[in-house]
């Protein structure tokens, strides 16, 4: 499982990248692996408020529908429309092509209640055992 | 991982674990739910062979002559109208209609039989079969030492004509015969659950290891699990019992009334004839998605504004590229009409359609190349 060193994680496979007062967002390499095929995803909408740990997005994969919650609170400024007709992305690309938003950060004191790179790996390794 | 604890193992629970499955329970069973991935494994059965591990399912040997035991009470099917070497599907139905399993009969001699069932309902079944069968000279359950390996797929007669012999292609839909593989002489019906041409394979279970290694180390063969075991089945519409259908509905109700035979005497007829004389309250309704998203289990189905019932099976169809489904609806409505599948603020704009979802199936084609 790829967790990058520039990313700050959730313990619900979030990742967010910040840069300023803005973050892009998505899920984990470790939660597209337990997925498995992604099949649709419903994302919020630019313009839509989010609130840290609250819902995001909707994640299908061909077994189940789950939630994604956001990992900040802020304003959706723009949503990767290439996901609705390539959901698979995710599964491919986790950090890269399959990002789901870029939001625009409304308190970034949130981001201390994130886990950096290697707090997030031994949180994986603990779910594996 | 305690709760895997007390599931019943395959013979082939370590070759799944070496090809590095994900394994999960079913049916009280540790099943190999994926391999390299339901979609990819999906599209692979479409184009080419799969191999399942159905060892989990349940069989039963029966010695009975029609005429002298009541065998043909017990199931939907009419045994007496099957040929030697044939397959039927049918049902085994409780007093009020109810389906207590669906399953496969095998005529295996004149007054000999195997009946195939499902793995979650093997004991019930044979303790059904226990209760009422009478005049029988034998009823085994060979469960436990009989495996089942299902090879299905476009090209299953090619690869099993290397292995068998070309006699495999002239085997014809729903009829079975007997071939030497690995020094024992087995069982191979050409039925299946996948809509595809296809083959089960009955072997002894300390044999079951080496034939699936064997016909794996055919490229053209990849493990599939029970994962795209599902969206196959679904695609062509079949039902799952345990989901689609179960005690509390009927074959009527399922829109399996084909597999009644009506002639004869069974278990559950009374019911069923009463149910087709009121007309039923509730039928089995397909549909299809304008979208990739996907219904899922107890959706709830609405039709002109008024909730009709909920969703037994949804799921993405790879073959489609959109959702797909069945569920029971309380009215009768057409195909082609315009419904929507909800739950909170999920709202899915959908087809009613006629199964099955995927036409080009493999299955039933006639002459085998």
Same mark, same amino acid.
């Given at each position: 499982?790829?967790?990058?060193?520039?990313?700050?994680?959730?313990?619900?496979?979030?990742?967010?990248?910040?840069?300023? @007062?803005?973050?892009?967002?998505?899920?984990?390499?470790?939660?597209?692996?337990?997925?498995?095929?992604?099949?649709?995803?419903?994302?919020?909408?630019?313009?839509?408020?989010?609130?840290?740990?609250?819902?995001?997005?909707?994640?299908?994969?061909?077994?189940?529908?789950?939630?994604?919650?956001?990992?900040?609170?802020?304003?959706?400024?723009?949503?990767?429309?290439?996901?609705?007709?390539?959901?698979?992305?995710?599964?491919?690309?986790?950090?890269?092509?399959?990002?789901?938003?870029?939001?625009?950060?409304?308190?970034?004191?949130?981001?201390?209640?994130?886990?950096?790179?290697?707090?997030?790996?031994?949180?994986?390794?603990?779910?594996?055992? | 991982?305690?709760?895997?604890?007390?599931?019943?193992?395959?013979?082939?629970?370590?070759?799944?674990?070496?090809?590095?499955?994900?394994?999960?329970?079913?049916?009280?069973?540790?099943?190999?739910?994926?391999?390299?991935?339901?979609?990819?494994?999906?599209?692979?059965?479409?184009?080419?062979?799969?191999?399942?591990?159905?060892?989990?399912?349940?069989?039963?040997?029966?010695?009975?002559?029609?005429?002298?035991?009541?065998?043909?009470?017990?199931?939907?099917?009419?045994?007496?109208?099957?040929?030697? @070497?044939?397959?039927?599907?049918?049902?085994?139905?409780?007093?009020?209609?109810?389906?207590?399993?669906?399953?496969?009969?095998?005529?295996? *001699?004149?007054?000999?039989?195997?009946?195939?069932?499902?793995?979650?309902?093997?004991?019930?079944?044979?303790?059904?079969?226990?209760?009422?069968?009478?005049?029988?000279?034998?009823?085994?359950?060979?469960?436990?030492?009989?495996?089942?390996?299902? &090879?299905?797929?476009?090209?299953?007669?090619?690869? &099993?004509?290397?292995?068998?012999?070309?006699?495999?292609?002239?085997?014809?839909?729903?009829?079975?015969?007997?071939?030497?593989? &690995?020094?024992?002489?087995?069982?191979?019906?050409?039925?299946?659950?996948?809509?595809?041409?296809?083959?089960?394979?009955?072997?002894?279970?300390?044999?079951?290891?080496?034939?699936?290694?064997?016909?794996?180390?055919?490229?053209?063969?990849?493990?599939?699990?029970?994962?795209?075991?599902?969206? &196959?089945?679904?695609?062509? *519409? +079949?039902?799952?019992?345990?989901?689609?259908?179960?005690?509390?509905?009927?074959?009527?109700?399922?829109?399996?009334?084909?597999?009644? @035979?009506?002639?004869?005497?069974?278990?559950?007829?009374?019911?069923?004839?009463?149910?087709?004389?009121?007309?039923?309250?509730?039928?089995?309704?397909?549909?299809?998605?304008?979208?990739?998203?996907?219904?899922?289990?107890? +959706?709830?189905?609405?039709?002109?504004?008024? @909730?009709?019932?909920?969703?037994?099976?949804?799921?993405?169809?790879?073959?489609?590229?959109?959702?797909?489904?069945?569920?029971?609806?309380?009215?009768?409505?057409?195909?082609?009409?315009?419904?929507?599948?909800?739950?909170?603020?999920?709202?899915?704009?959908?087809?009613?359609?006629?199964?099955?979802?995927?036409?080009?199936?493999?299955?039933?084609?006639?002459?085998?190349?």
């Amino acid at each position: 499982m790829t967790v990058p060193d520039n990313l700050l994680y959730t313990k619900d496979h979030e990742w967010a990248k910040l840069d300023g @007062d803005k973050a892009t967002i998505g899920i984990t390499d470790f939660a597209q692996h337990s997925l498995g095929d992604i099949t649709f995803i419903d994302l919020p909408k630019p313009g839509a408020q989010v609130k840290q740990s609250a819902w995001c997005a909707t994640v299908e994969s061909v077994k189940a529908a789950s939630d994604v919650y956001a990992p900040l609170s802020g304003e959706v400024l723009k949503a990767n429309a290439e996901l609705t007709a390539h959901p698979e992305l995710v599964n491919k690309s986790a950090y890269e092509a399959g990002w789901f938003a870029v939001i625009k950060i409304a308190d970034l004191e949130e981001k201390k209640t994130l886990m950096n790179p290697v707090q997030y790996k031994e949180y994986i390794q603990g779910l594996s055992k | 991982m305690n709760e895997n604890l007390a599931l019943a193992e395959t013979p082939l629970v370590n070759n799944h674990k070496k090809l590095t499955a994900k394994l999960a329970p079913f049916g009280g069973w540790l099943m190999p739910i994926q391999y390299s991935g339901i979609i990819e494994e999906h599209n692979w059965v479409r184009k080419n062979a799969g191999l399942f591990d159905i060892c989990h399912m349940g069989e039963f040997i029966i010695q009975a002559d029609l005429t002298k035991s009541n065998l043909g009470n017990l199931v939907t099917v009419n045994l007496e109208g099957m040929p030697l @070497d044939s397959c039927r599907y049918g049902f085994m139905l409780n007093e009020q209609g109810g389906i207590i399993d669906d399953l496969l009969v095998y005529r295996i *001699g004149s007054s000999e039989w195997m009946i195939v069932v499902n793995a979650a309902t093997t004991d019930k079944d044979f303790s059904h079969l226990k209760k009422h069968l009478t005049g029988a000279r034998l009823l085994e359950n060979v469960s436990q030492s009989l495996g089942k390996l299902d &090879l299905q797929g476009p090209l299953a007669a090619e690869v &099993l004509t290397d292995l068998v012999g070309p006699g495999i292609k002239g085997l014809r839909y729903y009829t079975f015969d007997y071939f030497t593989l &690995l020094g024992e002489e087995i069982i191979i019906s050409r039925t299946g659950y996948t809509g595809e041409l296809g083959y089960e394979l009955y072997m002894p279970n300390n044999k079951i290891p080496e034939l699936w290694e064997k016909l794996l180390s055919d490229r053209r063969v990849k493990p599939i699990g029970l994962g795209a075991r599902d969206t &196959l089945r679904l695609e062509m *519409g +079949y039902s799952l019992y345990g989901q689609d259908i179960d005690e509390k509905t009927t074959p009527l109700e399922a829109g399996l009334g084909y597999f009644v @035979d009506w002639e004869k005497e069974f278990i559950g007829k009374s019911s069923l004839l009463k149910q087709k004389q009121d007309g039923v309250t509730r039928r089995m309704l397909c549909f299809i998605a304008d979208s990739r998203r996907s219904p899922r289990h107890n +959706y709830r189905i609405v039709y002109k504004g008024k @909730d009709v019932g909920a969703v037994t099976s949804g799921s993405f169809s790879p073959s489609l590229g959109v959702g797909i489904g069945m569920g029971y609806a309380d009215c009768e409505i057409p195909s082609g009409e315009e419904i929507t599948l909800c739950e909170n603020s999920i709202v899915i704009n959908a087809k009613t359609t006629r199964k099955p979802f995927y036409k080009n199936g493999s299955a039933k084609s006639g002459e085998i190349k």
